[in-house]
């Protein structure tokens, strides 16, 4: 009992010591952007924070043999995914089944992977941690690696006030640095928020070919629904059933999320395996190469054959278009990189 | 200056409440008004004590050696012949059971009100609430990176309810012998899952709670009907089970395998 209540008068002095000088971060949401999904008030975002976060983010202490950080297979240049992999190399050079999603407004997202198995931003990265191709580590494991080091040791005091580092804090830091990752400032953003930018004629032409042909699934500002759809990239499951491994619904077998489009000029190859290398690929393939089976999506199903009608003239505008969703701020924010 | 001495004024207000608060408490404890429970787990396998070095036989015939037995026990509620119930608070209502580990075979619950109960109820498993809350509150037996380490699914969000490994001859060479029954779901977030959560309710007649009782309930579980109680699970056909139509059934075995076995005083 009287235990309990030093600490807590320990608590009250080392954090009037410490949290009072931490300078909180506010969380800009976007004006062209749905509201937040993860409740940034159970976790209140500070400079230092954010900070600790990024250097657990690129930090292989979080792997079993040191060798891969979360950074490894989500590096800035490429918007935070691998670059030219289709599936991720972790550690022992072990090679993943899915390809690395790009992580960007992580923080509007209502599940996470391809299968959206993860429904809580903080839980996002004890999946890759522990994900034997991944970084193979464990969590508790980890946890002992970041008290065992001084250097995080005094990270975590300095922020949080405390002397031991939980499950919750460590979870949460990564979480801040994860929620600065807003990517809104690409030529496409600056022109609907009317901020001086000028779309050419390819581009709008594009963008209007976009809306009318692409944006059921990859709607609003976010370029996604956040919902599960089966794109006939493959008819061949054996080895991956998507959203079906979460719910076990036979509808759901071949269903992967819909992934969002920003910086999609540097997020390929694409797909849940990586099968398609460039743009020009993933639009061939939705007007000619979609492969059938039961769940394929029913927007697919408006023609003889499944798929979405594109003529060369209308890939090529869609192309321009999808290139002003790339956010050079984002790509080179030194906020976000590792050094 | 003078905020700084604010400041510091707001510090020793805080600190003197918290004295307040810590004082009252400490007195509170110590009243007449409650006592404490135990509920004691143990493991049988047609009624022979489960160990990790003994064989067992299921009724299908297959040998057994076990290497782990894992479960959660949450949201116990106590309950009374007038129809009124007293629920552990939730902060204090979770435990990871370990045949493991003999401590937490014992759950030792604390400030209960004193009087006499008729009933118990528990939770095999982790509530949906618990599943989906802020990670700031799973701690203790909920700690997915301390205590609940292997009891938790990271690329499919929720608590392992209950955990069964072993060898058996009648699982696949392949795979060294190994069986595994890990047991969970709790119905889904923003889509409908499979729910293993599974609830039981026991008589315990003439149960006193006062400071000077301290009684404890042994439940005696069987695991025997893991195999069999409803649903036949056998080893050769089925040795590893993770997340799957299945485990709602092998659940429904599991939770007939709790029984009360008896009421004493320490």
Redesign the interface.
Known sequence: ??L??FL??AF??AS?FVI?DDQPVKIVVPSNFPAPVY?LE?NKITQKGVELGRQLFYDGLLSIDGSTSCGSCHQQVSAFVQQDHDFSHGVENRIGRRNALPLANLIFS??F?W??????L??TP??A???EVEMGE???H??KKLNASLLYKARFKATYGVDSI???L???SISQFLATMVSANSRYDKYVRKEGEVLNADELEGLNIFKDKCSTCHSSDLFTDGSFRNNGSTADFRFDKGRH????ADADIGKFKVPSLRNVEFTGPYMHDGSLQSLEEVLEHYNSGMKASASLDPVFKKRDKPGISLDGNEKRKLVAFLKTLTDQEFLTNKKLSEF | MNLKFN?MNA?IK??LL??TI?LL??FT?KTDDTGNLTISFNHFFKGQKIDFTSEFVNSHDEKIKFSTLNYFISNIKLTKKDGTSYSIPQDSSYFLVKESEIQSKQLHLKNIPKGEYSGITFTVGVDSVRN?M???R??GAL????TA?GMY?????GYIFFKMEGTSPSAPDQQKNKFAYHVGGFG???????NSIRTKEFETNGLMVSRDKNPVVAINVDLAGMFDAHTPIKIAERSTVM???ISTKIADNYISCFKFFNLSYK
Do not use: C, P, Q
Request: glycine share 10%; net charge negative; charged share 20%.
């Open positions: 009992m009287y309990i209540f807590m008068i009250v002095v009037a009072d409740n159970k209502k599940s992977f299968d959206g198995g993860v429904f809580n903080d839980l004890v999946n941690i522990e994900n464990n969590l508790d980890v946890l939980t499950t919750n460590f979870l949460k491994e979460i719910t076990l | 400041k510090k805080s600190i918290i004295l810590g408490l400490g404890s989906t802020d990670i700031a799973r701690t700690d997915v990176g301390g380490k699914w990271i690329w499919n969000s889904g977030y923003n889509t409908k899952t499979i997340w799957g139509d």
